[in-house]
């Protein structure tokens, strides 16, 4: 068994109080006894719109603030993943991009979101280049696969597929989900589903009020919210098993029995 957690905080235009922030977060979930902490999408810095600012503040990945989450991880003894805004070699454009770093504080898996945030009357796409598709990267701890995709990308049931295909048991998924009629709703449906459809466990770690909507959980194979946090800032955490999900696959072997594989879209 893996204790994974999830931390919800609002982070904001300051990396360095946002770092801290994650700091604090990051030893309460070690206190729990956790091995994986995962923060939610754009921790590093977000603006109350989306806009310069997002591509002003990037870094790259061997930046100050990624290295800070390594020495983060590195104190604390986890596995740590949260959203960052990628420097890219295009001006004024960004990539929103998970980084997990190991205990060791170095990058052991990345992740570059797929599907933009062009719904709901936003355009991530005027700022964000998506990312390329490829073979997903996982991480093991413990004996479990932890695979990661990004907010949006929930929508898009195909990309959980192709990461439990590439032999994650666990998907990661921090998101900045914003709020909005019947959106909170959405997101605890979606999230639920990934985890029922490919009977897998689900770390979903949100921001919360008063840009995001909250709601990080961690669901369980059968679709069992494990774990739950509201719209404040908080940590929680629940027990991964190679046993609940054996036994959940022997009673319902949807993968097995599909007749389906997924493709890259033309």
Avoid at 133 to 149: K, L, R, Y
Avoid at 206 to 211: E, F, S, T, V
Wanted: some cysteine; hydrophobic content about 45%; charged content about 20%.
């Amino acid at each position: 068994m893996v204790l994974v957690a999830v931390a919800q905080l609002a982070p904001g235009v300051n990396k360095d109080e946002n770092l801290a922030a994650i700091g604090g977060l990051a030893a309460e979930a070690a206190g729990l006894g956790a091995k994986v902490v995962v923060f939610p999408e754009f921790a590093m810095f977000t603006a109350p719109k989306l806009d310069e600012r997002f591509a002003d503040s990037a870094e790259p990945l061997d930046g100050p603030f990624t290295t800070g989450l390594g020495e983060l991880a590195r104190r604390h003894g986890v596995h740590l993943v949260a959203g960052v805004n990628e420097r890219l070699d295009e001006p004024g454009r960004i990539s929103n991009t998970l980084v997990a770093l190991g205990p060791g504080g170095d990058i052991v898996a990345e992740y570059r979101k797929l599907h933009l945030y062009d719904a709901f009357g936003y355009r991530e796409s005027k700022l964000v280049r998506p990312g390329a598709i490829g073979e997903p990267e996982t991480f093991e701890v413990d004996g479990a696969t932890f695979g990661m995709q990004t907010c949006y990308d929930v929508r898009f049931p195909e990309v959980t597929r192709r990461i439990v295909d590439a032999g994650a048991d666990v998907l990661v998924l921090p998101a900045a989900w914003v709020p909005g009629p019947l959106k909170e709703d959405h997101w605890r449906t979606l999230v639920r589903a990934r985890a029922i459809e490919n009977t897998v466990y689900v770390a979903a770690a949100g921001q919360c009020a008063p840009m995001g909507a909250g709601n990080s959980m961690v669901v369980d194979p059968m679709g069992v919210v494990a774990a739950g946090l509201g719209e404040d800032t908080g940590v929680v955490a629940a027990e991964v098993s190679a046993e609940r999900i054996a036994a959940v696959r022997a009673k319902n072997p949807a993968l097995a029995l599909r007749r389906f594989t997924v493709v890259e879209a033309g």
